[in-house]
């Protein structure tokens, strides 16, 4: 091989390196703060404690290491709401954070275990949200996903049923790689919600539909 041929080879790898590094460093914050991520923080916790009739039953601190790994300090709400009509209760947590970071972690990833079987693929759906006064109705788009507790022979009381997405602070969107959708923006939104179900019921997806609008204006839209 001439000189000038190897030469050139390694200069073609280090702008590959480079590139690569300086896209996981931007996703990431490594090469500085992020511009809006404080205002995105605030109006995510100004989401109210009570929704219709959806009330906060009890605030949740998350783990210090998910925390760390997420790079999400002071950018969450987790929470469970208890309905004070039908009593059902859904937990969620909502996140902001470096695109990189807050993308890749799904229920079918970090849930489950010896304990819980996953009940086949994961489900698009679509839940309506009701829209401001002048404009169109909306769709927000959900992963569907439920788990089966073995433990206890697959009772209805062992499922659980998981919804999540991602957005940017206007909609919810289910995409199989939000993280090359999302590329261009530096932070996001996670939504996942969960509930124990039993029969056909859903109450998660009534508490989306429930609360899903307000959620939606206490949102700062993500640069």
Partial sequence: MKLTQLFTGVVVVAAVILAVSYYCGAQTGRWGAFTGLEDCQQSLRSVPMQIGDWLAEKEYELEKSAVA??????GYINRT???????????????????????????????????????GDRKNVSVPVAAAAGAEPANDNFWMVS???KAIGGLESGK?????????????????????????????????AEASVSGDADSVKDFLQDCLPVIHQHLKECR
């Fill in 160 to 192: 659980i049923t998981f919804y999540y997405a991602i957005g940017l602070g206007k909609e919810w969107v289910a995409v199989e790689n939000p993280r090359y959708m999302f590329r261009k923006n530096r932070y996001a939104y996670k939504l996942q």
């Fill in 81 to 119: 709401y208890k309905n004070t009509k039908t009593q059902a209760v859904v937990y969620i947590t909502i996140i902001v954070g470096p695109t990189g970071r807050v993308t890749v972690h799904t229920p079918e990833i970090c849930f489950g275990g010896r304990d819980y079987e996953r009940e």
């Fill in 147 to 149: 788990f089966t507790n």
């Fill in 69 to 74: 790994e997420l790079q999400i300090q002071n």
